[in-house]
T-cell receptor, first 114, second 114 residues
Framework: EAGVAQSPRYKIIEKRQSVAFWCNPI?????LYWYQQILGQGPKLLIQ????????DSQLPKDRFSAERLKGVDSTLKIQPAKLEDSAVYLC????????????FGPGTRLTVT | DAKTTQPPSMDCAEGRAANLPCNHS???????VYWYRQIHSQGPQYIIH???NNETNEMASLIITEDRKSSTLILPHATLRDTAVYYC???????????????FGQGTTLQVKP
């Protein structure tokens, strides 16, 4: 079974530029999560989708971050404009449902904002 | 905020048991204890979870105290590949209408030494 796929794996941009990350969850998984992990900290949930609907985006900085999950399959996370403090690893995870006990994480995208 | 407290780091000799403690003194009756680990440059990986009984799977054992205020993750025969950050997480029962959110703390960095 293929795991959660993310691209790109690494991205370097200058502040005030925009960037987009892509995630393809495990086939059939209804729930998709985006996490932000700053160096030395645990992952922090940014947004959670159930199929193509948003369940929780309370921690998403909506003035600069946006995410969508068209057709309830893959998802994109966008930052526009980026700030230095957005430098982090962006992790995507999926699970069969939001009640599932296990979340499956992708390898992440490491973003550096200079 | 995370509802758990873990030591920031621990060492373990290869082949010996690694015992990772976690305090969760404010845990509620419907909250489970979950453990994930994150190997360097990878996404977190689910290890085990439990409510009040001790649990064992192919990766580890979870011992939860009778009052449920603390737990210990046991890796019975640690190998160099077990070197990782281990996260103890308290999560609302997955059979409820919860969102499935995982709130990560800073975890314990386990270093397995030859």
């Amino acid at each position: 079974e293929a795991g959660v796929a993310q691209s790109p794996r690494y991205k370097i941009i200058e502040k005030r530029q925009s960037v987009a990350f892509w995630c393809n969850p495990i086939s059939g998984h209804a729930t998709l999560y985006w996490y932000q992990q700053i160096l030395g900290q645990g992952p922090k949930l940014l947004i959670q989708f159930q199929n193509n609907g948003v369940v929780d985006d309370s921690q998403l900085p909506k003035d600069r971050f946006s995410a969508e999950r068209l057709k309830g399959v893959d998802s994109t996370l966008k930052i526009q404009p980026a700030k230095l403090e957005d430098s982090a690893v962006y992790l995507c995870a999926s699970s069969p449902s939001r009640q599932s006990y296990e979340q499956y994480f992708g390898p992440g995208t490491r973003l550096t904002v200079t | 905020d995370a509802k758990t407290t873990q030591p920031p780091s621990m060492d373990c000799a290869e082949g010996r048991a690694a015992n990772l403690p976690c305090n969760h003194s404010t845990i509620s009756g419907n909250e489970y204890v979950y453990w994930y680990r994150q190997i360097h440059s990878q996404g977190p990986q689910y290890i085990i979870h439990g409510l009040k009984n001790n649990e064992t799977n192919e990766m580890a054992s979870l011992i939860i105290t009778e009052d449920r205020k603390s737990s210990t993750l046991i890796l019975p025969h640690a190998t160099l590949r077990d070197t990782a950050v281990y996260y103890c997480i308290v999560r609302v029962a997955h059979g409820s209408s919860n969102t499935g959110k995982l709130i990560f703390g800073q975890g314990t960095t386990l270093q397995v030494k030859p």
